[in-house]
């Protein structure tokens, strides 16, 4: 009880604004708290049904986008090592008819050694997790 230790006209502020504490309540989400919910429904029959259709359409958009985003980085990954593999036989290659044409070993083992490591390099790459 406030009793006399609160003057009669802040007691009424004070029990009003405490009720409206205890009143408070907070709700998220794409559909409404269920109270503003029944009355969506009660002013326009059928909103409900349009309400979970509507964050049912998004929620499958929002998959749907991430999918997308998911394939697309698989595309990608995919290109890379393609381009890679063309790059790695092009540099063997190279190194070979350097090697048929000048017989020297200096220049076509730069060559080769460059692809090796860039082959490695990218194995120890792609074993690392992306963040």
């Known amino acids: 009880m406030i009793g006399d230790a609160v003057p009669q006209k802040k007691r009424e502020v004070l029990v009003a604004q405490v009720t409206t504490l205890v009143e408070s309540e907070y709700f ?12 969506y429904e009660r002013i326009a029959p059928g909103a409900a049904d349009r309400i979970i259709t509507m964050a049912e359409k998004q929620q499958d958009h929002h998959i749907d986008m991430e999918n997308k985003k998911l394939d697309a980085k698989e595309s990608h990954r995919k290109l890379g090592m393609w381009f890679g593999i063309i790059g790695f036989l092009a540099l063997i290659a190279s190194a070979s008819v350097i090697t048929l044409w000048t017989e020297s070993t200096i220049i076509p083992g730069l060559f080769i050694g460059f692809a090796a ?10 074993g690392q997790s992306e963040k």
Do not use: Y
Request: net charge positive; hydrophobic share 35%; charged share 15%.
């Open 28 to 39: 998220s989400g794409p559909i409404p708290h269920p109270k503003h919910f029944e009355a």
């Open 117 to 126: 490591l860039s082959v490695i390099s990218q194995f120890i790459k792609g």
